[in-house]
């Protein structure tokens, strides 16, 4: 039910594993060995894992705000856009002429600094989606 709240959470630069269809016994033993918190909008899933947060269904704007407030959530410029939003991997810089011809051609003249996702390829650059995030960020922070 959160999952584009881990997209969020990646724009973001965390670390953010989502799962579905797990038996809760499961989630809470990953979130154990793998020293993760668990956030979730399953109020008995929450109980049965020490370190969670229970999430309710009142706007990503609220629930991220509940995060700042509650496990310190950081809303850091500088990690915006380390991660690949689909596959939580770390994106890699990759030169400008490696992707011509892969992202649109306005995109490519316009912009100088493009990332890669090691996993899915997927490339990233600092564009108008990216400014609206920053907005919306920014957002947040001020109430
Ligand atoms: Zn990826």
């Known amino acids: 039910m959160l999952g584009s709240m ?4 990646r724009i973001l630069g965390y670390d953010a594993k989502y799962v579905k269809d ?5 989630i809470a033993r990953i979130a154990r060995e793998e020293k993760r918190i668990l956030l979730t909008r399953d109020k008995k899933l929450a109980s049965k894992c020490k ?3 229970y999430l309710e269904n ?3 704007r609220e629930q991220l705000k509940k995060l700042i407030k509650e496990i310190g959530l950081e809303i850091n410029e500088k990690n915006l856009l380390t991660r690949c939003i689909i596959c939580n991997e770390r994106v890699e810089k990759i030169e400008k002429e490696k992707v011509r011809g892969k992202v649109p051609e306005h995109v490519y003249e316009n912009h100088d ?6 996993k ?6 600092i564009g108008t989606h990216f400014e609206n995030m920053k907005k919306f960020i920014e957002s947040i922070k001020l109430n």
Do not use: H, Q, T
Request: proline share 4%.
């Open 6 to 9: 881990a997209k969020w959470l």
């Open 22 to 26: 797990m038996e809760d016994e499961e």
């Open 51 to 53: 370190n969670s947060v």
């Open 58 to 60: 009142n706007g990503l």
């Open 113 to 118: 600094e493009f990332y890669i996702c090691p």
């Open 120 to 125: 899915c390829k997927r490339i990233y650059w």
